[in-house]
């Protein structure tokens, strides 16, 4: 995925708007970067604004069969789950390596230079797991694969019933074992996940915190997307699920909490002070009826706030960023729950870090990941502006995305 060459951008963002920017890259990575200039012979020009690639720190890619399909009937996030789980049958290789691609080909045509897969399709093993970091390879996205642990069918120990079964390895150790025949490559990380407090007993969550760690890979949670996973936890554990995780020292820096829906503020506090961060994935939890995190006091105590798209519903990270704020602000009554800054760090350095790569910047030493969004038709709003960025734009402005100092979309 490493290429060279130069590119001359009318404006981009260096952490404030520069104009006439040149990014030069060596061997996927930026070499250099020089505003106030003019274009070099052989650069290729960058008509719009050009930002970091965007991060998609939480995606199950096989649900996105699912997309526009649960949209009649009624139901609530339970018995979507049953829906989802007869879309998570009957993949082979091959299959899900061809349905992966069009899914990354997607992100990639959204902006998104890097995606974390939440996976826990092991019916065939390591099988899927493979079709996954070899789409992402064919199709020139960043990947971590972030393979999930799934022992139980609830807090209280209680067997997996159905599809759930080909979820599991059976125990921790045999998730473990599977997980150190995963080889890393070019492009490709390979991170763990608890699947959640339903799914993973504490002495096996124990075992996924512990390969992680050994191995400085990136570790991710669901954590707290449903009441009934917190009143469950609390009647068998006699504690929250964040509390859980810090009995059980799950908590970190290191570790990343998909959705935080239902914590109070002593959880909030919690994940705070032990710089947990957060994944929101705003139009996926519309979709499933979720209600609305406090974000905005997550940021507040000490959590990075990035963003996901989940069961890919939708997959467009500015929408999802935008999405942190506006649902807050009806939840809530109030405006202004984060700055255009904070919104725009969540859908690009935030995400990078969280899915344990380096970038979401462009400076020197980065991997050469950028994109470049039209600007508005109306002239005066020609000039790069956070504020309009995160709030006016969209995933289908992108027009040009570089990721590892190669052009994978032009248009």
Known sequence: MNGSGSWHADQAWLGHRAENVVIEVEHGRIERVTEGVKAPAGATLLRGWTIPG?????????????????????????????????????WTHASYLEHCRRVFREMLHAGIT????????????????????????????????????????????????????????????????????????????????????RAVDPPSMRVVAAWARKRKAPLHIHLAEQPAEVDECIAVEGCTPAQLLERERILGPDLTAVHAIHVDDADTALLGRHKVAVVGCATSERDLGDRVGPLGR??????????????????????????????QRRATGRRIHHQPIDLFRAATINGIRALGWEGGELTVGMPADFITIDPPRDSAKKDLDLGYLMFCRSAADVSNVVAGGKTVVAR
């Open 114 to 197: 890097a995606v974390g897969e939440f996976h826990y399709l092991h019916a065939l093993g390591n099988q899927l797991g493979e079709a996954v970091m070899q789409a992402a390879t064919d199709e020139g996205i960043r990947l971590t694969l972030i393979d999930a642990c799934y022992l139980q069918g609830g807090v209280d120990g209680r067997a997996l019933e159905g599809a759930q079964r080909s979820f599991s390895d059976g125990d921790a150790g045999r998730w473990a074992a599977r997980m150190d025949a995963l080889s890393e490559r070019e492009g490709v990380r390979v991170g763990a996940a608890i699947h959640s407090v």
């Open 54 to 90: 965007l991060a998609n720190v939480h995606s199950h890619a096989f649900q996105h069969v699912l997309r526009g399909a649960t949209e009649s009937g009624g139901g609530d996030f339970w018995e979507w789950r049953q829906q989802m789980y007869r879309a998570a049958e009957g």
């Open 298 to 327: 997550l940021a507040g105590a000490g959590s990075r706030i990035c963003v996901g798209s989940d069961s890919n519903a939708v997959i467009d990270m500015i929408e999802e960023a935008r999405g942190l704020e506006l649902d």
